[in-house]
């Protein structure tokens, strides 16, 4: 875990080195050798900030934090404290449903480079906050990229404020980060099997309305079809190789997103039952004898999920294919 990958997007390269630009240090901040200017702050007992030392008493060597993760949140200012970036707000919009926005995890790695925010990172202890600032010219300059305007006219410095959360080993971020997933996964099987309620009863509306009750059928998984030319083929078995002749076509708007039509008639090649199409397609697929022409209407969870695909298949979306196995092989 290296300092901010999104940092190179936000910044450019950061020079390994940021040299002084200026005699004394801006105004309210401490300067280290590194050129590094920084605000060093804790919460007192009353719940108020007040300047911290940079190494109070009882504070571990930093050497005893290598190899350990600090959580923080940051946010990217201008020297006239425009916020540039805010990871609360950017870990809030990524967030699963359900899940809350997390602390960034920083690793503190040996021998940060001096003048680097990897530096600036290893003066903080849990419960801090902190703002840190680099001359532009410096910060730009170094990196061989030119000053952005925005960035000049705003006193041409460009500041890092911290909040430091907590100190982990890797193994309690590994640990961490297993059982935030677990949960993840959780919360996405339960929001699935609501949505696939919701949706088997838009599909059983639509068969109604369609009048196709006595022919439609469902798969054990909860995919529905409806034959309306019987092959007389065999039915494909999980591991061959199908091909099928397509258009997809969303429940709800009737509009195509994708059509074999669209690619030369040229029928599409899968392996059945190996999860190379959305699971509504492996279920649906098998039940057809070679030959057969057949309406497929799967739920959202056996299609594309509350991600959707593309512009054309939005979030929560039921799928309508229209399909024709050709071939089995």
Known sequence: MRFFPFLLAAVALLPPTLAAAQVAPTPGFERLPSGTEYQLFRRDAAGHYAPRPLNPPGDAPYASRQGQVLL???QYRTDRDSVLMDTRQMQARQAPAGTKPQPVP???????????????????????????????????????????????????GFRFVVAAKELLTADQMRARQQAMQAEQQ???????????????????????????????????????????????????????????????TVLATGKEFDSTAKH???????????????????QGIAALPKGSKAMLLIPSPLGYGERGAGADIPANAVLRFDVELTGIK
């Open 186 to 248: 959780r919360l996405a099987k339960a929001r699935s099997a609501k949505q696939l309620l919701k949706d088997d009863a838009t599909i059983q509306a639509y068969i109604k309305k369609n009048k196709l009750t006595t022919k439609a059928k469902k798969t054990v998984g909860g995919t529905w079809y409806v034959i309306t030319v019987r092959g007389k083929g065999v039915l494909p078995k999980k591991g061959q190789t199908v091909s099928v002749k397509y258009r997809g």
């Open 106 to 156: 920083v690793g503190l790695g040996p021998n940060p480079g001096k003048g680097t925010p990897e530096e600036a990172m290893s003066l903080l202890l849990p419960g801090d906050s902190a703002v840190f600032r680099f001359n532009a010219d410096s910060l730009f300059g170094k990196a061989g990229q030119p000053i952005p305007p925005f960035i000049k006219r705003s006193g041409n």
């Open 264 to 282: 030369g008639d040229t029928p599409f090649d899968f392996v059945l039952g190996q999860g190379q199409v959305i699971q509504g397609w492996d």
């Open 72 to 74: 923080i949140n940051l």
